[in-house]
């Protein structure tokens, strides 16, 4: 297992990426880290929610499904969604950064040995010629909004903490049969604190563009039913 490294059109020009879903590309998973970057996309058919990683910082996350391992978005070897979560559709592609002091810029790295590259099938990374193709161009793009949200999220969570937006909430769902499931450890955005916010508090989060932000955060949550439904289908066998 070599890991991620530079990408460039010598040593990677034959190499692919197969683009089809599936749990063997890692896609079988219940949620996702995502970015404020994709929030406004995203609130419109997903539930982010916020949760602490094991240091105790804040992330963002979307609902995927209730149960581990299980991507309620997955049918199949397509995913059912307008809108894929940017992490859940870079493939193989990182971006890797200088190390501390040293002078660069970020760039994009691939894995060799992630599961959706191929030699035979799949799209192609580089135009015959050593050009870049329009979907090495996609990647990019979904590289970018990553990179600029990771290093945004810290302000963010900083403006919703300093402005008390920040509650505890467990989802308690109910699946049409009568089945019942808790998504615990969550955290979103207080309605109640965030109507009582003074003119001066929603001009500061307006002009750190954190606003809307912390509207499509809280908005988001009418998006449970709607997995709880496709939960039910999925395992009823309709449509």
Same mark, same amino acid.
């Given at each position: 297992?070599?890991?991620?490294?530079l990408?460039?059109?010598?040593?990677?020009?034959?190499?692919?990426?197969?683009?089809d879903?599936g749990?063997?590309?890692?896609?079988? +998973?219940?949620q996702a880290?995502v970015?404020?970057?994709e929030?406004?996309?995203?609130?419109?058919?997903?539930?982010?929610v916020?949760r602490?990683?094991?240091?105790? +910082?804040?992330?963002?996350?979307?609902?995927?499904?209730? &149960?581990?391992?299980?991507?309620?978005?997955?049918?199949?070897?397509?995913?059912d969604?307008?809108?894929?979560?940017?992490v859940?559709?870079?493939?193989?592609?990182?971006?890797?950064?200088?190390?501390?002091?040293?002078?660069? &810029?970020?760039?994009?790295h691939i894995?060799?040995?992630?599961?959706?590259?191929?030699?035979?099938?799949g799209?192609?990374?580089?135009?015959?010629?050593?050009?870049?193709?329009a979907?090495?161009?996609?990647?990019?793009?979904?590289?970018?909004?990553?990179?600029?949200?990771?290093?945004?999220?810290?302000?963010m969570?900083?403006?919703f903490?300093t402005?008390?937006l920040?509650?505890?909430?467990?989802l308690?769902?109910?699946?049409?049969?009568?089945?019942r499931?808790t998504?615990?450890?969550?955290h979103?955005?207080?309605?109640?604190?965030?109507?009582a916010?003074?003119?001066?508090?929603?001009?500061?989060?307006?002009?750190?563009?954190m606003?809307?932000?912390a509207?499509? +955060?809280?908005s988001s949550?009418?998006?449970?039913?709607?997995?709880?439904?496709?939960?039910?289908?999925?395992?009823?066998?309709?449509?």
């Amino acid at each position: 297992m070599s890991g991620p490294v530079l990408l460039n059109n010598v040593d990677h020009a034959d190499l692919k990426v197969v683009l089809d879903r599936g749990a063997r590309y890692g896609d079988a +998973v219940n949620q996702a880290p995502v970015f404020a970057t994709e929030f406004e996309a995203l609130q419109r058919e997903y539930a982010i929610v916020f949760r602490r990683d094991p240091a105790g +910082v804040f992330r963002a996350t979307v609902l995927l499904g209730f &149960e581990s391992g299980e991507n309620l978005y997955l049918d199949g070897d397509r995913w059912d969604a307008r809108t894929i979560p940017a992490v859940m559709s870079r493939g193989p592609f990182s971006i890797g950064t200088p190390a501390p002091g040293e002078a660069g &810029e970020p760039m994009i790295h691939i894995d060799p040995d992630h599961p959706r590259v191929s030699r035979e099938h799949g799209a192609e990374i580089f135009k015959p010629h050593g050009g870049n193709s329009a979907y090495l161009d996609s990647v990019a793009e979904v590289l970018q909004r990553i990179y600029i949200g990771s290093q945004a999220e810290g302000a963010m969570f900083a403006a919703f903490a300093t402005h008390g937006l920040i509650e505890p909430v467990t989802l308690e769902v109910e699946i049409g049969d009568g089945r019942r499931y808790t998504v615990p450890d969550c955290h979103t955005i207080s309605l109640e604190r965030l109507a009582a916010l003074d003119g001066a508090a929603l001009a500061d989060l307006n002009a750190r563009d954190m606003l809307r932000l912390a509207i499509w +955060v809280r908005s988001s949550l009418g998006n449970v039913p709607a997995l709880a439904e496709r939960k039910l289908r999925r395992d009823v066998g309709t449509p």
